[in-house]
Nanobody, 126 residues
């Protein structure tokens, strides 16, 4: 199973930007779709964004469309989430995720069995 380590979280003012990184180890992610989820205090984990193994197709939650961009660098075995125009409601722990099998489209459901990182905290202040 792949190991995922997120980084790049922190405290930012509303309207600001952050870039999250997810470094994978244990196996290449070249043939795996990848995704980001988040969980705010008292709320269920929710889908944020995903990217196909080719990088050609991406998907976003409606709440982040036009503000967040997911990308990947297969040579570095790393996935990124560029977050712009951050809002207070973006405050959450952000998790990187990978399916257990290659060539599987990332489901938007947070309940699917998959590999998860430990999460990185993003706090947006007013």
């Amino acid at each position: 199973q792949v190991q995922l380590v997120e980084s790049g979280g922190g405290l930012v003012q509303a309207g600001g930007s952050l870039r999250l990184s997810c470094a994978a180890s244990g196996r290449t992610i070249t043939t795996y779709s990848m995704g980001w989820f988040r969980q705010a205090p008292g709320k269920e984990r929710e889908f944020v964004a995903s990217i196909f193994w080719t990088g050609a197709i991406t998907d976003y939650a409606d709440s982040v469309k036009g503000r967040f961009t997911i990308s990947r660098d297969n040579a570095k075995n790393t996935v990124y989430l560029q977050m712009n125009l951050l809002k207070l409601e973006d405050t959450a722990v952000y998790y990187c995720a990978a399916p257990l099998s290659p060539y599987v489209v990332m489901s938007t459901s947070p309940s699917v069995d998959r590999s998860w990182g430990q999460g990185t905290q993003v706090t947006v202040s007013s």
